[in-house]
């Protein structure tokens, strides 16, 4: 799956604006909901979605991809990798630039769906760390060294 974790791609989903975050979780103690509310933070529309809630940081949340009833450019997938393939299937009947795979969600199937209706993939990294590294926020210092690393450079 290295091929799905391209920099320029990676670059090119940060760049967008509008981000449905599937499997957004009300529960602070969760990646999704900690992800979710640092894209706010960050500037990004965030429109959740989740079956179970009506709103999620006062944001209303939508049962699924297809209910959206705006464009969305990035479907950002907190789920088990066995949702994914309806995920992509939706993400590319809406009109998605790009499916996002969090972590650990790696789903050759969902990646083909996707591929297949023109919308490009990112697959196991966290979109939070990528937008840290990229846009010079994981740095003390605040410049961007494009390396998440516990080592210091040589």
């Known amino acids: 799956m290295t091929e799905h974790q391209d ?3 990676i670059k090119a989903a940060l760049a967008c604006k ?6 957004f979780s009300p529960n602070p103690l969760r990646a999704s909901h900690y992800v979710g509310y640092y ?3 960050h500037g990004y529309e965030v429109v959740p979605v989740n079956p ?3 709103s999620i940081l006062g944001l209303k949340s939508y049962a699924t991809v297809s209910d959206i009833p ?5 479907v950002d997938v907190f789920r088990d990798p066995s949702a994914v393939p309806a995920i992509a299937e939706e993400s590319a009947a809406c009109g998605a ?8 969600v790696i ?7 996707a591929e297949a209706g023109g919308v490009r993939c990112i697959v196991d990294r966290c979109i939070k760390v990528e937008h840290a590294r990229y846009l010079g926020r994981m740095h003390v210092l605040g410049f961007n060294t494009e390396v998440v690393s516990a080592r210091r450079p040589k």
Do not use: C, H
Request: net charge negative; hydrophobic share 45%; glycine share 6%.
């Open 7 to 9: 920099v320029d791609t």
């Open 18 to 23: 509008r981000i449905a975050v599937v499997g």
């Open 39 to 41: 894209l706010m933070r």
């Open 52 to 54: 179970r809630e009506e």
């Open 70 to 74: 705006e464009p969305v450019d990035v």
């Open 97 to 104: 630039k790009f499916l996002w795979l969090q972590y650990n």
């Open 107 to 113: 789903s050759p199937e969902g990646v083909a769906i």
